[in-house]
């Protein structure tokens, strides 16, 4: 069987998050891949794309867009994790030194509650239910994936945010053995302080459409997809949608996030997509739809103002982009 080679449905119109570093890591960067032996992003061959387990889950149609899904081949070789590497096929490639199990994740900060969950009691707190969600990407490509979860609400109550939790920070894990691209010597760009963080205001959090994410497409998480849990926020832009978490913290002062340490010009705390707000760089009214061919119009909150909306209301949405 033919596999479609994802890597390579990058089209001119589509940017890279890595494009933003400083002149300097620019450089160094553009120096290593000079020296470097070529390593084109490849699709795995379908041999390695993990099997993964069915994983059962009750479809919830009030939360299932009418798009047709993205290729489930497109969903497991196209990715963004960046501690695999900056290209979209090093994640498929590279994930197999991704342990899933066993995994923990702390739950901590201002809650009146503080736990530790294993990820296997984690998955069993509440129903899980299949949602078909929209994901775009800030640079520019979206997506159509049937996530399997359970809102993130449903773990939150259960810790009892406090009166001083204002914020929920992210953490992915720290492991260079296990993520290459966290170690000192990796080789190629590092644009990104490690772990991973990113970070939601509370009411976010507790959104009915934020989602405690443990599968996708009947199936337990592919590693690239960011096993064993993630957490996925379909009207933001995809890197507020942080992978293989070991840590959720409830704090006080809105968390310092990956990429807004990185840039904070061009990724802001909020990232909410809004086709009316272009990236510094380039516009964000279209998008490439990921197995389309014509590019499609970028919808306000990607398509989910009737819901979110007014948690912003009254706000600049300039001004906090
Ligand atoms: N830990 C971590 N989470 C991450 C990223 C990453 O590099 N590291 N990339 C983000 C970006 S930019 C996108 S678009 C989505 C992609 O999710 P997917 O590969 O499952 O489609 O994951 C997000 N979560
Ligand atoms: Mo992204």
Same mark, same amino acid.
């Given at each position: 069987m033919l596999i479609r080679r994802a890597p390579e449905i990058k089209s001119s119109g589509i940017t890279d998050h890595r494009v933003y570093l400083s002149r300097r890591a620019f450089m160094a960067g553009a120096a290593a891949l000079a020296l470097a032996p070529v390593r084109r992003a490849v699709a795995a061959p379908a041999s $390695?794309?993990?099997? @993964?387990? &069915?994983?059962? %889950?009750?479809?919830? !149609?009030a939360f299932a867009v009418e798009d047709p899904p993205t290729a489930l081949e497109s969903v497991t070789t196209y990715n963004n994790f960046y501690e695999f590497g900056v290209n979209k096929g090093d994640p498929a490639r590279l994930a197999h030194t991704l342990r899933p199990r066993p995994w923990t994740v702390e739950v901590d900060g201002h809650v009146a509650r503080p736990r530790r969950y294993d990820v296997d009691? /984690?998955?069993?707190l509440a129903p899980l239910e299949e949602r078909v969600y929209r994901l775009r990407c800030v640079e520019g490509w979206s997506m159509v994936i049937p996530w399997i979860g359970y809102p993130l609400a449903e773990l939150l109550k259960r810790v009892q945010p406090t009166g001083q939790a204002r914020f929920v920070e992210f953490t992915t894990l720290l492991d260079p053995e296990q993520f290459p691209a966290q170690r000192p010597s990796f080789f190629g760009f590092s644009s990104l302080?490690?772990?991973? %963080? !990113? @970070?939601?205001?509370?009411?976010?959090a507790l959104h009915p459409l934020t989602l405690l994410t443990f599968g996708l497409? @009947? $199936?337990? /998480? &592919?590693? $690239?997809? +960011?096993?064993?849990?993630r957490v996925v926020v379909p009207w933001k832009y +995809?890197?507020?949608s942080p992978k293989s978490i070991v840590r959720i913290r409830l704090v006080s002062e809105e968390p310092r996030t990956a990429w807004v340490k990185a840039a904070p010009n061009e990724y802001g705390f909020y990232s909410n997509v809004n086709p009316a707000v272009d990236h510094p760089r380039w516009s964000q009214a279209t998008e490439r739809r990921i197995g389309e061919f014509r590019r499609r119009k970028t919808l306000m909150f990607n @398509? #989910? %103002?009737?819901?979110? %909306? &007014?948690? #912003?209301? +009254?706000?600049?949405?300039r001004k906090h982009f």
């Open positions: $390695q794309v993990p099997a @993964g387990q &069915p994983l059962k %889950a009750t479809r919830n !149609e009691e /984690l998955m069993r302080e490690w772990p991973y %963080a !990113e @970070g939601l205001r509370l009411d976010e497409y @009947g $199936q337990v /998480l &592919p590693n $690239q997809n +960011g096993a064993p849990v +995809g890197f507020k @398509g #989910y %103002a009737d819901q979110v %909306a &007014p948690l #912003y209301a +009254g706000m600049d949405l």
